[in-house]
């Protein structure tokens, strides 16, 4: 009984340490309207959907700060307002190994978008940062964590790794990373969850 015991403690950390992480800097602007048992709702969600453990490692009130609606901030290019949130950051947690998600009042960004990504690659730093919107839904974040993900991969380079797509997006409406906001997507592919655990930026423990 004895042995089994100690094997059976044995195989639980091994487990423990082999569970994959990511790390999360969260950030709330004035009027976001959301609340921190949203937030670990969605935090969750991301969780289920991509079996990474994602892990809250701050969650922090920015208050001057803001993100019109309409911003047109895309890949390479970011508004002043966006540049501030990212230096802010840098300035406030300069270790680059976690995500920056950021709670904005904007209704939407630019093409009625409801959360945007910038992924190190796009903002030419060693930093990953997410950008949500009033009307961002409970799945948005891990739409837009799976962009960071597919991005921080030595060779994708953001495209989804799956035939069924196009470019960064997958062409199944229930795809997590189907490119239109709807409540019906939550499904992942074993080979998006492949590709994802490649990440440069998963950790282990």
């Not at 082999?18 to 004035?30: A, S, V, Y």
């Amino acid at each position: 009984m004895n042995n089994e015991k100690k094997k059976n403690s044995k195989t639980k950390v091994k487990n423990k340490r082999t569970t994959p992480l990511i790390n999360l800097c969260i950030f709330t602007l004035p009027g976001c309207n959301v609340t921190e048992k949203e937030i670990k709702q969605q935090v969750d969600l991301a969780t289920k959907i991509w079996k990474i453990q994602f892990v809250i490692t701050s969650i922090t009130m920015l208050k001057d700060f803001s993100v019109r609606t309409n911003d047109t901030s895309f890949r390479t290019k970011q508004s002043k307002n966006i540049k501030r949130l990212f230096n802010e950051r840098k300035y406030l947690f300069p270790n680059p190994n976690s995500i920056s998600i950021f709670y904005t009042s904007a209704r939407h960004l630019s093409n009625n978008t409801t959360g945007r990504s910038f992924s190190s690659l796009m903002t030419k730093s060693r930093f990953n940062h997410i950008i949500l919107t009033k009307s961002s839904l409970e799945n948005t974040l891990a739409h837009e964590l799976g962009h960071i993900l597919f991005y921080s991969h030595r060779k994708l380079q953001g495209k989804n790794p799956d035939a069924n797509s196009y470019r960064t997006h997958s062409l199944d409406s229930k795809n997590i990373m189907f490119g239109t906001a709807t409540t019906r997507k939550w499904k992942t592919t074993s080979l998006q969850r492949t590709k994802a655990l490649e990440s440069t930026l998963i950790k282990y423990m």
